[in-house]
């Protein structure tokens, strides 16, 4: 036995790395969502990335959401709907598409303010494309001449756009990093909590043994109980688990140990088992439970384990074993005469 401060992080580590991995995939991804910073090159490809479902370049389908640059805004003066929506041509570079809007639209509103400064200045939009064959009988109505050729050839028609909200997308964004932050986070501090308890148990047993300290294998020559298979020591009225890290507990102290198997299926189908043992202890006048994960030796580990149980029924009476009725009830009535 060696001192292994280290112990079981493994899996604690490799949670940690995917999910910050997580993290900073969808942050890295979200930015130009969330802060609306960067280049605005960044800004337009990074949200294309996201919301594009097509390869095109721009909306070309029925549903499409696109971030698109604005780099002009002219107002057709084409209202639809009882007057209530006005038809807007938007340059977005490569390609001219009619936008349909509210008066009052304030992304519409915006555009306008801007004005030519658009074309220095481009803003980025979300919009949401619509099918539509109006839009061809419109372009022939507003562009009837021979001259307007160069234009209508950068007329996307059969479709139209609408400016369309980001809100949503933002508030699942900031979900989903507040949410990959909490899972790195937790990550994180469970490896370091990991071998913070690995330390001070370690000095438990040296405040127990100090002569252990320099020797620690020694404790195998010494101990009450020994069980290599499961890690499992008795030294000292303590019982000492090395194996998902290093526990110790007085055996003075616990109240009641019982052992459990845990079954992972995928469809119905088991894929592995673990077996831990909960111990339930007193200290400081307060009931407490560890789930201590012990190996599994299959069918063999439950015998191992009996094995134990019957060490400390023998030496150590006073702790309930298993988890039948007649346990759970003597643990609850020990609890409320404690209280009491």
Not at 144 to 169: L, Q
Request: negative net charge; glycine residues 6%.
């Amino acid at each position: 036995m060696k001192e292994r401060p280290y112990k079981g992080i493994g899996g604690h580590l490799l949670s940690a790395i995917f999910f910050i991995l997580i993290f900073i995939a969808v942050l890295w991804y979200s930015l130009p969502l969330l802060f609306s910073f960067g280049s605005f090159n960044r800004y337009v490809d990074l949200s294309n990335a996201m919301y594009k479902y097509r390869s095109s370049g721009f909306p070309a389908y029925d549903g499409d959401h696109w971030c698109i640059p604005v780099y002009g805004i002219y107002d057709t003066e084409y209202v639809m709907n009882d007057d209530s929506e006005v038809i807007y041509l938007l340059d977005v570079g490569d390609a001219f598409y009619y936008m349909k809007a509210k008066y009052d639209d304030k992304v519409i509103a915006g555009l306008l303010e801007a004005g030519d400064s658009l074309l220095e200045n481009p803003q980025a939009i979300m919009v949401e494309a619509y099918a539509d064959s109006i839009m061809d009988e419109l372009t022939e109505e507003l562009f009837p001449d021979e001259e307007d050729t160069e234009i209508v050839e950068y007329i996307v028609n059969g479709i139209y756009i609408e400016p369309r909200s980001m809100i949503f997308e933002q508030v699942v964004f900031w979900g989903l990093n507040i949410l990959a932050f909490c899972f790195a986070f937790a990550g994180v501090f469970s490896v370091f909590n990991r071998i913070k308890k690995n330390r001070r148990n370690y000095e438990k047993l040296y405040d127990i043994d100090p002569s252990l300290r320099n020797d620690l294998a020694s404790l195998k020559d010494h101990a009450e109980y020994i069980d290599e298979k499961l890690k499992i020591y008795v030294y000292k009225a303590h019982l000492i688990i090395d194996y998902k890290g290093f526990d110790i507990y007085n055996l003075d102290s616990i109240r009641w140990i019982y052992h459990e198997i845990r079954i992972r299926r995928v469809y119905f189908i088991p894929v592995y088992k673990k077996y831990s043992l909960n111990i339930f202890y007193e200290e400081s006048g307060k009931h407490k439970r560890n789930d201590v994960l012990i190996r599994h030796w299959g069918k063999k580990t439950e015998q191992i384990v009996f094995e134990l149980y019957k060490f400390i029924i023998d030496r150590y009476p006073h702790i309930i074993i298993g988890y039948d009725k007649e346990a759970r009830q003597a643990y609850q009535e020990l609890k409320k005469g404690k209280v009491g």
